[in-house]
């Protein structure tokens, strides 16, 4: 089994998540976890924010399942079995989407973003984090010694996260990174926590049953050169990320050309002064 202390499903990322929310001024009335899991951070967010309704949103029912009976009953939150690219929820009705590693689950990041723009009040506020393109490159590597098929999804990175959220509609998106290693007794138990864990179930493009006993053991074999003593490594890369809904109102000035002009409202001075870099 993999060491219970260092394996993914406890990498400090919703924590991490939830602690950069002290850096913006918030008072939401409706908030959404977008990919809620098991309703860890739902149920941190229904504390943080005892007067907001919770949504916690998965498109797994069995996680949405597990979420609702996670709850406590002073700490209630509603739960949605839906995809983050159609979510059954109005248009600018929600404050706050919180998504804590299920972006990296999305082969194209535009589609949740649009959908998050649509659904956030102008002013709301997107805080993520997902797997960057620079996650499991022992794994990857041992692979490309058995075969040259794709054994991983492959990632957005920070340029592609942050074109696909302009486009989106969302302003001003702001992005870090984050570098962490775990461990495991064997190069098994990273490949079964992939396919069980609910933030990396999407990385694993295989199965050991498709690739073959041969290829599998070269594979292996090849990651095993890398064992230390704290067992068999894996990189993680963490982005973490935050934008503003964007309100486009129409002027009542004209352009040139007879056009009515526009701009986009975004109220900056909702996130305090810290220093990120930006992709």
Excluded: K
Aim: hydrophobic residues 40%; glycine residues 8%.
């Amino acid at each position: 089994m993999s060491n219970a202390a260092t394996a993914l499903s406890t990498l400090p990322v919703t924590t991490e998540l939830l602690e950069r929310l002290q850096y913006f001024r918030l008072d939401p009335r409706v908030i959404v976890d977008l990919g809620c899991g098991t309703g860890a951070g739902a149920t941190a967010l229904r504390r943080r924010y005892p007067r907001a309704r919770v949504i916690g949103v998965d498109i797994s029912y069995a996680m949405a399942r597990a979420a609702r009976r996670a709850q406590r009953f002073w700490q209630r939150y509603e739960c949605l079995c839906a995809d983050a690219s159609a979510l059954p929820l109005a248009a600018e009705s929600v404050d706050l989407v919180f998504s804590s590693l299920m972006l990296q689950h999305c082969g194209d990041p535009a589609f949740p973003f649009a959908e998050v723009q649509r659904v956030l009040r102008p002013g709301g506020l997107l805080l993520f984090a997902t797997l960057g393109p620079g996650s499991l490159p022992e794994l990857r590597e041992a692979w490309t010694s058995a075969d040259e098929s794709p054994h991983l999804r492959e990632l957005a990175d920070m340029p592609r996260l942050a074109a696909a959220a302009t486009h989106a509609g969302l302003a001003e998106p702001v992005m870090d990174r984050d570098q962490r290693v775990t461990h495991y007794a064997q190069v098994a138990d990273l490949m079964q926590e992939l396919r069980a864990d609910g933030a990396g179930r999407g990385l694993a493009a295989g199965r050991r049953a498709l690739t073959g006993r041969g290829r599998w053991r070269v594979m292996v074999e090849r990651y095993e050169t890398l064992r230390s003593s704290a067992g068999i490594p894996a990189s993680w890369e963490l982005i973490y990320g935050a934008a503003f809904a964007g309100a486009t109102r129409q002027s009542s000035t004209q352009t040139a050309d007879g056009r009515a002009g526009g701009e986009v409202v975004v109220p900056i001075d909702a996130l305090r002064t810290r220093g990120r870099s930006r992709p």
